[in-house]
C-alpha cells in the first residue's frame, strides 16, 4: 500500500479524539488506509452489506451491542441512525479511538456528525493519490506560499501522463488496470449508489450529461445559465447538481476574491476537479498527449496545481483559504492565497519560459486594502529563482514535490 499525506493525521486523531471519521468520494482509499493503521484488536463492519444496513437503521442501539467497539463502520452514511447511539456509548466509555467510522457523502454525513459528534469526532478529508504519493514520496509536505523550496524539476510529459491518468489508487495498485474500463465502472458506480439512491436525482442519463458538461468547462467559471441552456434543464436543478458533485468531493469551486474596495469583479466560482482524470475521461479524451498539446491543457494543469494543494492541506485536517481574481475585463490572477491579513498571488502557466508580462495583473490587487506578498508564476522551468525584485519563478515541482529535507531557497 502507497503511503499516505493523511496518515500522521489520522494516528494524531486517533490518539486524541473517541470517534474518527475519514470521508472523501468512492474509490480513493478510505477503508485501505483505515485497515491497514486500525489496532489488531478493532473490529471490522461494511454498511455495503445491505442485511446489515437494515439491522444498523432499524435498530442501532442493538446493533452497536453486536459489534462492540472499538469498531471500524465503513461506509457509515448509510445509517445515520447510529450517530446518537455512538454518541451515548462514547460519552459513557470515554476512550480514545472507540469507533472508525468512513463516509462518502459528505454534506448528509457532516451534518448528522455536527448535530450528534460535535466536540468528539476528528474528521479527514481524503481525496483520490497526490502527485507525491504517486512517486512514492514519503516526506511530502503542502506547498506554503509563504516559503518556497527547490525541489526536482518534473517532465512536462511525465506530468500530463498523471494528469491524463489522474490519481485514483486502484489504477496504480492494480497491475494492467485499463482507465477507461476503470471510469466507466466509476461513474456507473457513482450514479446509480450515491446520486440515485442517496441525492434522490431521477434521470441518471441526464445527469451524465450534466457531469460531461461540466468536465468540458474545467478551470474555466462556472455558469448556471450557460450548462442550463446547453442541456435543457433549469438553472435551479444545474445548481443543486452541482451542489452535489462538491458535496461528494467530485469538484472543488475555487471561489473569486471578493472586496468591497474593487469594483467590477466576478462573482462566479471557476471548476476545479478533484481528479483530472476523471475530468479527462468525462469529456472524451484518448490520450494524455492530446490532451497536453490542446487549447485546454492549461485549464487541466491550472486544476491539477489546485486539486493538489486542496488534497494535500486536507489531508492535515486544515482548511485552505484560496481564491482567484477576475474582472469585467477578464483580466484574471490564477490563484491567490489569504494568510495574515496578506495576499499571494500566483500565476499557473504551461510554459517554460516565463517572464515579467505574466504578472502584470498582480497589480489589480493594489486598491484591496490588504498587503501584497511575494508570489510568483508557477510554471515548467527548472530553477527556482527571482523573477523581479518581489516575485518569483516557481518550478511545478516545488508546489507539488517539496520535502522538507529541499534545501530552502528563500
Not at 109 to 127: D, T
Not at 228 to 254: F, M, P, R
Not at 398 to 409: H, L
Request: with cysteine; hydrophobic share 40%.
Amino acid at each position: 500500500m502507497k503511503k499516505r499525506e493523511a496518515e500522521v493525521t489520522i494516528k494524531n486523531i486517533a490518539e486524541t479524539f473517541r470517534v474518527l471519521l475519514v470521508t472523501g468520494p468512492r474509490q480513493v482509499g478510505k477503508t485501505t488506509i483505515l485497515k491497514a493503521m486500525m489496532p489488531d484488536n478493532m473490529n471490522y463492519v461494511s454498511l455495503d452489506d445491505k442485511i446489515l444496513r437494515k439491522q444498523a437503521r432499524e435498530d442501532p442501539k442493538l446493533f452497536l451491542e453486536e459489534h462492540p467497539w472499538p469498531l471500524l463502520i465503513d461506509e457509515v452514511q448509510y445509517a445515520p441512525e447510529l450517530f446518537p447511539y455512538i454518541k451515548i456509548k462514547v460519552d459513557e466509555e470515554k476512550r480514545r479511538s472507540m469507533y472508525w467510522l468512513t463516509g462518502s457523502q459528505q454534506f448528509k454525513l457532516m451534518k448528522n456528525v455536527k448535530e450528534s459528534l460535535a466536540g468528539r469526532v476528528g474528521i479527514v478529508r481524503l481525496n483520490s493519490f497526490t502527485y507525491s504519493e504517486i512517486i512514492d514520496n514519503s516526506s511530502k509536505i503542502p506547498f506554503n506560499p509563504t516559503k518556497f523550496y527547490k525541489a526536482p524539476p518534473i517532465n512536462v510529459n511525465d506530468l500530463f501522463d498523471i494528469i491524463f491518468k489522474g490519481g485514483m489508487p486502484e489504477l496504480y495498485d492494480i497491475e494492467n488496470m485499463n482507465r477507461n474500463s476503470f471510469f466507466d465502472s466509476y461513474v456507473n458506480t457513482y450514479l446509480a449508489r450515491d446520486v440515485k439512491e442517496q441525492m434522490n436525482v431521477s434521470d441518471i442519463f441526464e445527469f451524465k450529461r450534466f457531469m460531461v458538461a461540466i468536465a468540458s468547462r474545467i478551470g474555466e467559471q462556472l455558469n448556471y445559465s450557460s450548462i442550463a441552456s446547453e442541456l435543457g434543464i433549469n438553472d435551479k436543478t444545474i445548481k443543486s447538481w452541482v451542489n452535489i458533485l462538491v458535496t461528494s468531493g467530485i469538484i472543488y469551486l475555487l471561489e473569486p476574491y471578493m472586496s468591497s474596495k474593487i469594483k467590477r469583479i466576478t462573482h462566479m466560482p471557476k471548476i476545479i476537479f478533484m481528479d483530472t482524470g476523471l475530468a479527462a475521461y468525462l469529456a472524451g479524451w484518448d490520450s494524455a498527449k492530446e490532451l497536453q498539446l490542446s487549447s485546454v491543457s492549461g485549464h487541466y494543469l491550472e486544476s491539477f496545481i489546485i486539486s493538489e494543494i486542496v488534497k494535500s492541506i486536507g489531508a492535515r485536517g486544515n482548511e485552505v483559504n484560496i481564491s482567484y481574481y477576475r474582472d469585467k475585463e477578464k483580466q484574471e490572477i490564477d490563484l491567490i492565497f489569504y494568510r495574515n491579513n496578506k495576499l499571494y498571488p500566483f500565476e499557473i502557466k504551461k510554459t517554460a519560459s516565463p517572464d515579467v508580462s505574466m504578472i502584470k495583473n498582480f497589480t489589480k490587487l493594489d486598491n484591496a486594502n490588504k498587503e501584497i506578498a511575494p508570489g510568483g508564476i508557477i510554471c515548467f522551468y527548472e530553477n527556482l529563482l527571482h523573477l523581479d525584485e518581489k516575485n518569483y519563478i516557481i518550478p511545478i515541482s516545488s508546489v507539488i514535490n517539496v520535502t522538507s529535507s529541499d534545501e530552502k531557497d528563500k
